[in-house]
């Protein structure tokens, strides 16, 4: 693993061109079978949207996967944010993560707060959220 | 501490990981979780949301003998509730890593209630309840947040 610095930046593309088929797996593996997300016939007819829309914890699922491609999972202390908009069948997703502290814990290691911004194609903010992750080691990786 | 019990197993959280696209081998090889430190395969870190399998309550979930209603010949109907309601916030707080063969109770404990008025002029009402999640020998695991915003029955906000 590599050292951090604040203000350090990551990104990942998430989705491209999400495909329906996708929230309907999410939905068995996730038990969420809200027909707003999996009924397109169901949504524009009796709840009036334009069709099916993505599970917001499925954008954050996504977005998570960042997280713990840069920290281990098991350093994750805090993880959580805020729906800003929905996501439809045909976006692509990219997550924006940056480090926005880190604080030595005078033991070694040091915690490290996140902010991640997941953005559609045309840059519109679909997920706005913070994590937190305490490293043990965090001192010898960032003197090699 | 609810009754019902959340078995963390490995097919399933291969099947979630799967669908959220992520092939990290943590989620799906044991050898690789352990090289990683973990006891065994991890949960992703949303993968929690899925203890709405083991709940006999959980309302978005069609039941046999049962009416549903999402749509077949016809569109189906409008759910009082569920229809209006968007998932506005979701916070998770880790105390340790959810691995598999963790076996997970819950207990909800419901939060503040309040209103606010939408872009469109409805009234949202936004609920706040906290899930505790403790293993079998009680120990809590993690800890969820969730808000969830209704919008009043007669606007179409979206």
């Known amino acids: ?144 | 501490m609810g009754d019902e019990q959340f078995p963390v197993e490995s097919l399933h959280v291969l099947t979630f990981a799967r669908a959220i696209g992520d092939d990290n081998p943590i989620f799906s090889d044991r050898e690789a979780a352990r090289a990683a430190g973990l006891d065994d395969i991890a949960a992703p870190l949303t993968f929690v949301q899925a203890s709405a399998h083991c709940d006999p309550d959980y309302p978005l979930r069609p039941r046999a003998g049962e009416p549903w209603f999402g749509s077949g010949r016809e569109p189906g109907t409008r759910h009082p509730e569920l229809t209006r309601t968007l998932h506005a916030e979701q916070h998770f707080e880790y105390h340790r890593p959810l691995v598999v063969g963790d076996v997970l109770s819950w207990q909800v404990i419901p939060g503040d209630t309040w209103t606010k008025e939408s872009r469109t002029g409805g009234v949202l009402e936004f609920r706040d309840f906290r899930t505790e999640y403790r293993d079998a020998s009680g120990e809590l695991v993690l800890t969820s947040r969730s808000v969830t915003a209704m919008t009043g029955p007669a606007t179409g906000d979206r």
């Open chain 1, 1 to 144: 693993m590599t050292s951090f610095s604040v203000g350090q930046r990551f990104s990942k593309v998430l989705v491209e061109d999400l495909k329906r088929t996708q929230l309907v797996q999410y939905a068995g593996a996730s038990g969420d079978f809200n027909p707003l997300h999996t009924d397109d016939m169901h949504a524009r007819e009796i709840a009036e949207f334009p069709g099916v829309f993505g599970h917001g914890m499925l954008t954050m699922a996504m977005t998570g996967t960042l997280l713990t491609d840069v920290v281990g999972i098991q350093d994750v202390e805090r993880f959580g944010g805020r729906f800003k908009a929905q996501v439809w069948p045909g976006d692509t997703l990219t997550v924006h993560m940056e480090i926005t502290g880190i604080t030595d814990d005078g033991q070694g290691g040091a915690g490290v707060e996140f902010s991640l911004s997941t953005r559609n194609q045309d840059e519109v903010e679909v997920f706005a959220g913070t994590a937190s992750a305490h490293l043990e080691d965090y001192a010898e990786e960032h003197a090699t």
